[in-house]
């Protein structure tokens, strides 16, 4: 009897606390395989020396972005490391501060644009229906339009602050993130357990942000990510051509623009804020693509 009942609660602990080992054992199978990919980890630690960088250096650093009492065109040196603007400033102390910026705006679109498309990708995949159509409609509309020559009149007509120029680049970015959210919900919407919380009355709120947005984390993180150096790049293309972040604010694409002049007769002008840019943008999508292996079920082998 000892040993029927045991064996009983053994099953019943089997049965009953299965989810949450297993749960815990695929969130550590996924670190496994992110920290095993060695592409995706040193993108990972270039990306947090860049933020560290930008973060602690301008405290001690002597000059600031806004010092202009310097001599114009100085050239690279122990007190001006990138030398300095034609109007004086220290370009290292302006790389840091556009990295800043750059930085905030990309994490600032990520983060709008992902919750929207998350939201309206998962409603339209379970609801179906009117509902899918109307958002289906909405997504198209906004793809046909021209993302770079919308944004950069709205940010025109709205003043080209750091935050008006991050919530016109949002509004222009969580199309495709609705798109492969919509796709896995109307997937994951036949699946037993979103039966069963049907079946148990729950209400379409709490079925959408209970059940199919939580496993949906992996395509939202992976997407997250990726729409992060989308934005360093949108926000950088807008501000080269004058349509992004204005004066007082400033970040790596306008300093790019206001020294791009500069790259045959002092290079350093321009390739310091340039190599910082691309770096940034190569070290987001590596880490999206460790990302993406990490938490792809059919991918047994770390590919980098």
């Known amino acids: 009897m000892n040993s029927m009942s045991a064996g009983t609660e053994s099953g019943l602990s089997e049965s009953g606390g299965e989810a949450l080992p297993e749960a815990r054992s695929q969130g550590k199978m996924v670190l496994r395989k992110f920290l095993r990919h060695k592409l995706a980890m040193t993108s990972l630690v270039v990306l947090v020396l860049l933020t560290l960088a930008a973060l602690i250096i301008p405290i001690f650093y002597p000059h600031g972005y806004w010092d202009a009492d310097n001599p114009s065109y100085v050239e690279p040196s122990a007190d001006h490391l990138l030398g300095t603007t034609q109007v004086g400033k220290d370009m290292l102390a302006q790389v840091l501060r556009g990295t800043q910026y750059s930085l ?50 709205l940010v025109k007509v709205f003043a080209g602050s750091w935050y008006v120029v991050a919530i016109v680049l949002a509004l222009f970015a969580w199309m495709p993130i609705a798109r492969i959210t919509r796709a896995e919900a109307m997937s ?116 980098a």
């Not at 994490?107 to 179906?128: E, H, K, M, Q």
């Open 104 to 153: 905030l705006i990309a994490l600032t679109v990520a983060i709008i644009a992902t919750l929207l498309g998350v939201v309206f990708g998962a409603l339209a995949g379970y609801l179906r229906g009117i509902t899918d159509s109307a958002i289906s409609r909405l997504t198209d509309l906004f793809l046909i339009v021209p993302q770079i020559a919308a944004a950069a009149i």
């Open 188 to 303: 994951l919407s036949q699946r037993e357990f979103i039966e069963a919380a049907r079946a148990s009355g729950a209400g379409t709120g709490r079925i959408v942000f209970k059940h199919l947005i939580p496993n949906m984390v992996g395509t939202i993180t992976v997407n997250a990510t990726l729409a992060v150096a989308q934005a360093v790049l949108a926000e950088a293309a807008l501000s080269f051509i004058g349509l992004g972040v204005q004066i007082p604010d400033t970040s790596l694409g306008l300093v790019i623009s206001e020294n791009y002049e500069q790259m045959q007769g002092r290079p350093w002008l321009f390739f310091g804020a340039f190599t910082v840019l691309v770096l940034i943008s190569l070290s987001i999508n590596f880490i999206g693509d460790g990302l993406r292996d990490a938490f792809d079920p059919r991918q047994r082998r770390v590919k």
